[in-house]
């Protein structure tokens, strides 16, 4: 069911994303999170098994647990791999939030970069260092092809949002960061970095999408943490950060004229087990695999003909 198009009654329109299937029922939305997954834009060509369950069930654990800070697009999940919410007119930027030099931060910074997104940077870091305080980095949303960095100054200058409008998800997207930092420091984790997109409804902000999932964000061990780096060695991490470490090991970062490497049946349980594994560690719960019933769309459509 991971990669299947369903036609829905009702159903206004339909989007596939890289990941997600979003169905449109007017004023309403339908998510179906696949097994797909994607490293420097790009599909990968083999499905990992409940991948999509997983990324579904922690997006919606996290967007329960931050209501208080800024409403969201979620109604219900009615199935482990589905979300049905309000549709909201989408902002163009994507707010990545950093804690630490990692990933595409410490590639930038490493090749001698020093102001990213607009953001200043000291010289002297190492990679996986904390940084003074969180900053913000953003990218444009590209609907294909690669997301673009971009600094808060250039989103104002170029007229993609207002001030006011960049300032205020600026603020919410440091608060939603926070609060994923002290729920992951509750479980013995950090929460380095991650990514939030939001939309506007009724002009209000929403936050969209998915947050705090192993897709959008990467996660260190607390108690490990320390010693691993002062010994100036790798992270333990959850996140899928060793995906795209393993395709950069085999000459792929989605640049043109690269092919993607052959990912083994090995390789596609190991991240299995590791967005599982992550599941497990962020909510506390063990993880239930859920086989999709045969009546599973009928189930879906049940449960939100009501609101359509």
């Known amino acids: 069911m991971s990669n299947t198009i369903i036609e829905f009654p009702n159903q206004t329109s339909f989007y596939k994303g890289k990941v997600r299937d979003v169905y449109s029922f007017g004023d309403h939305l339908l998510m179906i999170t696949s097994d797909r997954i994607s490293a420097f834009d790009v599909v990968l060509p083999r499905l990992i098994p409940f991948k999509g369950q997983v990324l579904n069930q922690i997006a919606s654990y996290f967007l329960n647990a931050t209501a208080d800070i800024v409403p969201n697009w979620l ?6 791999n589905a979300a049905f919410g309000i549709k909201c007119k989408a902002i163009p930027i994507e707010m990545v939030v950093r804690g630490y030099l990692v990933g595409h931060l410490w590639r930038e910074y490493k090749s001698g970069k020093r102001i990213i997104c607009g953001v200043k940077l000291p010289d002297g ?11 913000i980095t953003p990218t444009t949303k590209a609907n294909h092809g690669h997301d673009v960095d971009i600094s ?14 960049i300032t205020e998800i600026s603020q919410i997207s440091l608060a939603l ?11 013995n984790l950090i929460l380095v970095d991650t990514k939030y997109e ?6 209000q902000i929403i936050l969209m999408d998915e947050i705090h999932t192993p897709d959008s964000s990467r996660y260190f061990y607390k108690n490990l943490y320390k010693d691993l780096f002062k010994k100036g060695l790798p992270q333990k991490q959850l996140s899928k950060e060793f995906v795209r470490e393993w395709l950069i090991v085999n000459n792929f970062q ?17 991240i299995s087990e590791r967005y599982i594994l992550l599941y497990e560690e962020i909510t506390g719960s063990k993880f239930e695999k859920s086989d999709l019933e045969e009546d599973y769309i009928s189930n879906i459509y049940n449960q939100i003909s009501h609101h359509i």
Do not use: Y
């Not at 870091?125 to 900053?135: A, G, M, R």
């Not at 960061?177 to 509750?186: K, L, N, V």
């Open 152 to 165: 808060i100054d250039e989103i104002v200058k170029q007229g993609i949002l207002s001030e006011k409008l």
């Open 198 to 203: 939001f939309g506007i409804r009724d002009n």
């Open 177 to 187: 960061f926070q609060r994923g930092q002290e729920m992951a420091d509750s479980k």
């Open 75 to 80: 109604i219900s999940t009615p199935a482990p």
């Open 254 to 270: 989605g640049k043109e004229g690269q092919k993607i490497p052959l990912l083994t049946d090995e390789f596609v349980h190991q």
């Open 125 to 135: 870091l190492v990679e996986n260092q904390i940084l003074q305080s969180p900053i």
